[in-house]
């Protein structure tokens, strides 16, 4: 008997060691160069909670693995019409309000969006507008029109970014049609413009655009507002605008996956991100707008306030629309955008 119990103790330890031993980890996936690293490092000293981390260009991107349904992430960062998709597809699921406590720090005017009117799945992390991140020493005057990314001035010396939904978005306003425009005759015409355009384009590209207008690679990139933060805090010939036909504005937002697997400790990340101090430190890494108004304070909302980049004027964010979700026809853009890329 005394063998049997103690056959048994011993069998019940080598299944308890591994959960013992085995640290809590949370997985996130985030946009390239969207969080300062060392976040990441006091998020798991101060908790004990393992991060692994993966990094996305787009939205597409983002979402293809998850729709795909063999990933499974803790958190992850959409933006405004890909948060409507998900929402539809159920892919997200609704936040626990109680848990993050460090919500009251985020500005009321950043919630309660149209891609999440009741507030229930999303938490605003930043936000910005699309525009056009110019070099002083090449091009004379301030552009104020997007015609400038068809000018052959600039031939092999213009970026435009790897991304479907956003350069198509830039096309469309070009040849003057909504930048959610579903009409394939409308996306005939911005098809046709980006073809265009394709001799003149030095590169597509994501986050290398910024090491390459640093560098001076180019003098004219198509760029979210804040990489032109960036770029222009390590090069002062640099400058951004958002031309006059009107843009884009986004919104990124951190969402928890509907498959997650550690929603506890998904919850502390977020809260962890919304603190007024590790918002403040992301915020002088990463260069994008916050919705954080105690972070804000904490840098010093009159210097903060003091970039364009950040507090655009009225007029201009009177000429920048949300991304809609555009269901099924999301499939035309994505078509059209193959084609144009493939053409190369
Ligand atoms: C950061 C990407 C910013 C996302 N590299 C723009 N929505």
Request: with cysteine; hydrophobic share 40%; proline share 5%.
């Amino acid at each position: 008997m005394k063998k049997v119990i103690l056959v048994l103790a011993a069998l019940a330890l080598l299944c308890l060691a591994p959960a013992a031993l085995a640290k809590e980890t949370i997985s996130v996936y985030n946009w390239g160069d969207y969080i300062d690293e060392d976040v990441i490092g006091q998020f798991e000293e101060e908790t004990g909670i393992d991060v692994i981390y993966e990094t996305f260009e787009t939205n597409e991107d983002m979402y293809a693995k998850i729709a795909m349904g063999g990933s499974s992430y803790d958190v992850i960062f959409p933006s405004d019409y890909m948060i409507e998709r998900m929402v539809q597809e159920n892919l997200l699921q609704k936040i626990n309000w109680e848990n993050i406590p460090n919500v009251e720090n985020i500005d009321p005017r950043f919630t309660h969006e149209s891609y999440d009117p009741d507030f229930e799945y999303s938490v605003p992390y930043t936000w910005g507008t699309m525009g056009i991140l110019y070099n002083t020493e090449n091009v004379d005057e301030m552009p104020t029109s997007w015609q400038t990314l068809m000018d052959p001035a600039y031939t092999m010396d213009m970026l435009m970014l790897n991304s479907p939904r956003d350069t198509l978005a830039i096309a469309l306003v070009m040849c003057g049609h909504d930048l959610n425009s579903v009409d394939p005759a409308d996306l005939a015409d911005a098809k046709a413009l980006l073809i265009e355009q394709k001799p003149m384009v030095l590169a597509y590209v994501v986050d290398e655009v910024k090491d390459k207008m640093i560098g001076g690679e180019a003098s004219v990139a198509l760029v979210w507002s804040g990489d032109a933060t960036y770029c222009m805090s390590e090069n002062e010939a640099l400058d951004y605008v958002v031309p006059e036909e009107g843009s884009n504005i986004f919104y990124d937002s951190i969402c928890i996956p509907a498959n997650a697997k550690n929603v506890s400790g998904a919850e502390k990340f977020i809260d962890f991100l919304c603190r007024a101090d590790i918002a403040a430190k992301n915020y002088e890494y990463v260069g994008y707008a916050i919705p954080n108004t105690a972070a804000i304070e904490l840098l010093g909302a009159e210097e903060y306030n003091a970039s364009p980049v950040n507090n655009p004027p009225q007029e201009v964010l009177d000429k920048c629309q949300v991304f809609k979700y555009l269901g099924d026809d999301t499939k035309l853009y994505d078509q059209i955008w193959t084609e144009i890329i493939s053409e190369f």
